[in-house]
């Protein structure tokens, strides 16, 4: 919610995540219209509707139509840093991102509560991850990676094992990944 909401409003806009939500919203919009708007339209179109604040004021509506509330919201996120403990993961040589495995983040971010093993569990909404590198990205020694949020002080050193496990990086350039690989029609 917080990165659609920075997202929506241009404070944060991570190329890859414009360029995945702005193909698939060009592509819906192109097959909503059955053909009479095609992608490149409809690409104007999002692209000119997200310098507006429409898609935003949109997004606040749609989330409290789910049973959310906007105010509780935006309280909760101006006192974050009161709730949990953020855990910065540096970048331990000079080089490239060669490895950042999602799996691996998105189980432990799971596991320290910021999703559900069943249906039943309880998310604790505070948990998250932030990526400041991606995969192919130049990063200095000390650089930050990404951020951790969670709840439990006594996670973090398995926290650091398991980033330290998963996150590569090499001397050498590494490509960067494409966000839109094909589009099949």
Not at 49 to 60: G, I, K, M, R, S
Not at 99 to 105: M, Q, R
Not at 107 to 114: F, Q, W
Not at 150 to 179: C, M, P, Y
Request: charged content about 30%; glycine content about 8%.
């Amino acid at each position: 919610v917080e990165e659609c909401c920075d997202f929506l409003l241009g404070q944060e806009r991570e190329e890859g995540l414009k360029t995945v939500t702005l193909t698939l919203a060009s592509w819906m919009i192109h097959l909503a219209s059955r053909g009479k708007i095609s992608f490149e339209e409809g690409l104007l179109e999002c692209e000119q509707a997200l310098e507006t604040q429409a898609p935003y004021d949109l997004f606040v509506k749609m989330f409290e139509a789910q049973g959310g509330r906007w105010s509780a919201f935006e309280r909760t996120r101006e006192k974050m840093g009161d709730h949990v403990d953020s855990l910065f993961f540096k970048a331990s040589q000079d080089g490239w991102v060669s490895k950042l495995p999602p799996k691996v983040l998105g189980v432990l971010v799971n596991e320290l509560g910021g999703g559900r093993q069943s249906k039943d569990d309880l998310i604790q909404p505070l948990v998250g991850m932030k990526l400041y590198k991606k995969v192919g990205d130049r990063v200095a020694q000390g650089e930050d990676l990404l951020e951790l949020r969670f709840h439990e002080k006594g996670n973090r050193q398995k926290v650091i094992d398991t980033l330290e496990k998963a996150i590569e990086i090499k001397q050498s350039e590494v490509t960067k990944t494409q966000w839109v690989l094909e589009t099949l029609s």
